[in-house]
T-cell receptor, first 112, second 118 residues
Framework: DQQVKQNSPSLSVQEGRISILNCDYTNSMFDYFLWYKKYPAEGPTFLISISSIKDKNEDGRFTVFLNKSAKHLSLHIVPSQPGDSAVYFC???????????FGKGTLLTVNP | DAMVIQNPRYQVTQFGKPVTLSCSQTLNHNVMYWYQQKSSQAPKLLFH???????NEADTPDNFQSRRPNTSFCFLDIRSPGLGDAAMYLC?????????????????FGSGTRLTVV
């Protein structure tokens, strides 16, 4: 049973446009959410996170939005750059549980 | 730079021949994890160590075992690799306490070991 779902396996956008990556979760105990970026042959690297007490967190070109009632979060990248091309994983943890549950990832391709 | 290092990056092993993957960290984190990631799938947690306490996930096959001889090192042993065990194996470390500054338990991943079973 997948508790964190990324329903779009891939997304392609033009350089300079907005990229929107979506993530849904089913476990109501999740209260902390993270996005990781992964290049081929490398481990995931932390990108941005959000606590359930917030509905938005921004860091430069990256913004994460959380809609708790819909159990949905999204990552916005504006403007998108070719170097952003990677697999993006959504992950979640709950309460004091430090273990992460990951989604399957979305492959973002930013075309020059 | 403080980091998580996995060796080797690529490992080829024969069907049924025991293999060991290694992970080391310079972050002094309490927790070390092993994840298995197959193509187009989510990383799947196999087990983790909180200091010396070993925590197995319920659905981790007995074929997978782990050792953590000290804070810095953690090993993944696959006793009898099958074709289905071919995957990327990711080691990660974290703290136990969320700090406001870090915002992510300090989760740090290694570059992974790509295991091929022939």
């Amino acid at each position: 049973d997948q508790q964190v779902k990324q329903n779009s396996p891939s997304l392609s956008v033009q350089e300079g446009r907005i990229s929107i990556l979506n993530c849904d979760y089913t476990n109501s105990m999740f209260d902390y959410f993270l996005w990781y970026k992964k290049y081929p042959a490398e481990g995931p690297t932390f990108l941005i996170s959000i606590s359930s007490i917030k509905d938005k967190n921004e860091d430069g070109r990256f913004t994460v939005f959380l809609n708790k009632s819909a159990k949905h979060l999204s990552l916005h990248i504006v403007p998108s750059q070719p170097g952003d091309s990677a697999v993006y994983f959504c992950a979640a943890s709950g309460g004091s549980n430090y273990k992460l549950t990951f989604g399957k990832g979305t492959l973002l391709t930013v075309n020059p | 730079d403080a980091m998580v290092i996995q060796n080797p990056r690529y490992q080829v092993t024969q069907f049924g021949k025991p293999v060991t993957l290694s992970c080391s960290q310079t972050l002094n984190h309490n927790v070390m994890y092993w994840y298995q990631q197959k193509s187009s799938q989510a990383p799947k947690l196999l087990f983790h160590y909180y200091d010396k306490d070993f925590n197995n996930e319920a659905d981790t096959p007995d074929n997978f075992q782990s050792r953590r001889p000290n804070t810095s090192f953690c090993f993944l042993d696959i006793r009898s690799p099958g074709l289905g065990d071919a995957a990327m194996y990711l080691c990660a470390t974290s703290t136990l306490i969320m700090s406001a500054g870090q915002g992510n338990y300090g989760y740090t991943f290694g570059s992974g070991t790509r295991l091929t079973v022939v």
